[in-house]
C-alpha cells in the first residue's frame, strides 16, 4: 500500500508569535484612529477587527514567509499609530494651548446689518430677529475678539436645515491661531422655559474626532460665543422660537417689562382717538372699591397666595390696595368671614417662561409647602403675547405673515409653558382653591377709530384664552374670565390713551378683574 506524500509548509513559531503580540495592540490603535477620524464607534470596530483578522490568520494558518510579512506590518502598525497619535495630540496641544496673535476682523457690513437688527429687537418688547449666515458669522468672528485667552483665529458657519423633526444646527468651522490645526463642529440650540440651551454635539480637532483632549477649551470658545440669550437679545429675554432654516437664524420672543406698543403707526393712531374722544367714555362704577392691604404680605391663616406678572405686582396705581390682589383679599375675609393672610409674590414683565426660569414659581410653592394655603390666584401669559400684537409687524397687518410666525411662537411657548406652571401649582396645593385669571386685551379701547385693529386682536386674545382656561379647567383650576368684562372699555379702565401709552389698568380696571376672580369663585361667572 502506497502513501502519497504531501510536503509540510514550513512555519515560524516566533514569527507566529510575533503576530499575535503586535497584532492585538494593531487593532487597537487602528481601530480607535478610524473612531476618531471618523466620530463612527461601528467604524473602529470593522478596522480594528480586519487588523486582527490578519494577525490571527498569521498566527494559525500562514506559511513563514506571510507570517512573517504580517508580523512586521502589525510592527509597523504600532508604530506609525503610535507616532501619528502623538504628533496630532501635540499638534492640538499646540493650537489650544496658544492664544496670542489676532483674530480675523469680522465683515464689517454683515456685522453692522446683524448688530443692527440686535439693536431693534432690544427695544421692543415683543421681537423676531432674522439674521443670514453672514451675519451670524460675522457676529461669532466679533465676540471671539472679546474673549480673553482665546486660542481661535477665525470661524466660518453654515446653517444646515432641519428634516423632520430634527431641528436645525450651526455648522462651524475654524482655523486656530497656531496656524497647525483647523476644527469643525456642529452647534445645536434647544429651548428649556425661554432660555436658549447651546450645545456642541459634534467637534473634529485637525484630523481627529477626539474626546477630551483640546475638545473642553474649544466648546468652551464656541459655546460662549454662540451664547444667543446674551449676545442676541438680553438676560430678561424670553424667547419663544429658535429655527434654524433657509439659511436664516430666526429667534422670537419677549422682553420682560418694557413698552409694550412699540409701533409708531399704532401710538399715531391712538393718539388721534385720544385726543378725539375727550371725555365721551366714562368708567363703570366700582364693584368693591379698594382693599385692605397696602403691600405684599398680611398675616393671617389661612394664606391667599397670589402669583403673577405686572397685574399681581400692581403696576398702575400707585397703592397696592387698589390692585386686584388686595381687593379679592378683602372682599374673600368679608365673604368667609376668615382673617386670611395674604402673600403676593407677583413680578412685573413675567412671562410663563421667566416665571419658570426665573424663581417666582418655585420660590412660591415653597412657600406653599410651609403653610395652610386657601386660594392661589394666578394671571400669567398676557407678556407672551401683548409685545408681538403691538409691534410693527402686527400693526402694519395683523394678518399678515410676519405677524402670523410671531403668534404661532407665543402661542406654543405658552400652551407648554403654562401647562407646567399649573400641574406643578395643583400638586402644591392640592386643597386649595386655585383661580387661574385670563387676559384682557388692551387694544380693546371701545373707540370707532381703531375697529380693525380692535376686533382681529379681540379674536386672537380670545384663543389665546381659551387655551389656558382649558388647561385650567383639565387640572381642576377655576378660571375667571379676565376677557369679556374688560372688552371695549380699555379707553377708559387702563392707561392706553395717557401721553405715554400704558397697557396697566387704572383702579377701576384692576376692580373689573377682582369681580372676574370673585365671580369665578363663587360660580357666578
Not at 255 to 282: F, K, N, R, W, Y
Not at 345 to 363: A, H, K, P, W, Y
Not at 411 to 433: K, S, V
Request: hydrophobic share 45%.
Amino acid at each position: 500500500m502506497s502513501h502519497r506524500y504531501h510536503p509540510v509548509t514550513p512555519k515560524s513559531a516566533g514569527a507566529r508569535t510575533a503576530s499575535v503580540l503586535f497584532g492585538v495592540p494593531a487593532a487597537l490603535l487602528v481601530g480607535a484612529l478610524a473612531w476618531f477620524r471618523t466620530g463612527s464607534a461601528a467604524w473602529g470596530l470593522v478596522a480594528a477587527g480586519v487588523v486582527f483578522s490578519i494577525a490571527l490568520y498569521a498566527a494559525v494558518s500562514a506559511s513563514r514567509g506571510p507570517s512573517i510579512l504580517i508580523a512586521l506590518a502589525m510592527f509597523a502598525l504600532v508604530v506609525g499609530s503610535v507616532l501619528y497619535g502623538v504628533a496630532q495630540a501635540v499638534a492640538i496641544y499646540r493650537a489650544i494651548s496658544t492664544t496670542e496673535g489676532p483674530v480675523d476682523d469680522p465683515d464689517p457690513a454683515a456685522l453692522a446689518s446683524a448688530e443692527a437688527s440686535i439693536s431693534d429687537a432690544a427695544s421692543q418688547n415683543g421681537f423676531r430677529i432674522e439674521l443670514t449666515e453672514e451675519e451670524i458669522g460675522a457676529f461669532l468672528q466679533s465676540g471671539l475678539g472679546e474673549i480673553e485667552n482665546n486660542p481661535i483665529r477665525r470661524v466660518t458657519v453654515d446653517i444646515e436645515d432641519g428634516q423632520g423633526d430634527r431641528p436645525g444646527a450651526l455648522s462651524v468651522d475654524g482655523l486656530f491661531k497656531s496656524g497647525d490645526v483647523d476644527f469643525g463642529g456642529t452647534i445645536s440650540f434647544t429651548l428649556e422655559a425661554g432660555a436658549i440651551r447651546v450645545e456642541v454635539v459634534q467637534l473634529e480637532l485637525g484630523d481627529l474626532d477626539i474626546p477630551g483632549i483640546g475638545r473642553k477649551a474649544v466648546e468652551d470658545v464656541l459655546s460662549e460665543v454662540s451664547d444667543l440669550n446674551e449676545a442676541l437679545v438680553g438676560l430678561d429675554a424670553d424667547v419663544q422660537s429658535l429655527v434654524l432654516d433657509d439659511d436664516r437664524l430666526v429667534v422670537t420672543g419677549t422682553h420682560g417689562g418694557g413698552p409694550v406698543v412699540t409701533s409708531a403707526a399704532l401710538l399715531d393712531a391712538l393718539s388721534d382717538q385720544a385726543a378725539g374722544i375727550g371725555t365721551a367714555m366714562e368708567p363703570p362704577e366700582p364693584r368693591f372699591g379698594p382693599g385692605e392691604v397696602d403691600g405684599t404680605v398680611a398675616a393671617g391663616s389661612p394664606v391667599i397666595v397670589a402669583l403673577g406678572d405686572s397685574l399681581a405686582a400692581n403696576v398702575g396705581v400707585d397703592d397696592a390696595r387698589h390692585g386686584y390682589v388686595s381687593r379679592v383679599h378683602a372682599e374673600l375675609q368679608r365673604q368667609d368671614g376668615v382673617a386670611y393672610g395674604l402673600r403676593n409674590f407677583g413680578v412685573s414683565g413675567e412671562t410663563t417662561g421667566t416665571m419658570i426660569r426665573n424663581g417666582q414659581l418655585d420660590v412660591a410653592i415653597s412657600y406653599m409647602e410651609t403653610v395652610e394655603v386657601a386660594y392661589v390666584t394666578i394671571d400669567i401669559g398676557a407678556n407672551d403675547l401683548l409685545g408681538h400684537l403691538g409691534s410693527d409687524d402686527c400693526a402694519d397687518d395683523i394678518d399678515a405673515p410676519a405677524c402670523t410666525k410671531r403668534l404661532e411662537a407665543a402661542f406654543a411657548t405658552y400652551r407648554a409653558n403654562l401647562a407646567m406652571i399649573l400641574d406643578r401649582l395643583a400638586a402644591a396645593a392640592p386643597d386649595a382653591t386655585i383661580v387661574y385669571l385670563t387676559a384682557y386685551n388692551p387694544f380693546s379701547l371701545g373707540l370707532s377709530g381703531g375697529v380693525g385693529f380692535e376686533r382681529r386682536s379681540d379674536e386672537i386674545l380670545r384663543a389665546f384664552n381659551d387655551i389656558g382656561a382649558a388647561l385650567a379647567i383639565d387640572r381642576g383650576i377655576l378660571a375667571a374670565d379676565g376677557f369679556t368684562p374688560m372688552q371695549g372699555t380699555t379707553a377708559a379702565t387702563t392707561h392706553m390713551l395717557d401721553a405715554a401709552s400704558d397697557i396697566h389698568p387704572r383702579g377701576i380696571g384692576y376692580d373689573i378683574l377682582a369681580g372676574a376672580i370673585i365671580d369665578a369663585i363663587t360660580g357666578s361667572a
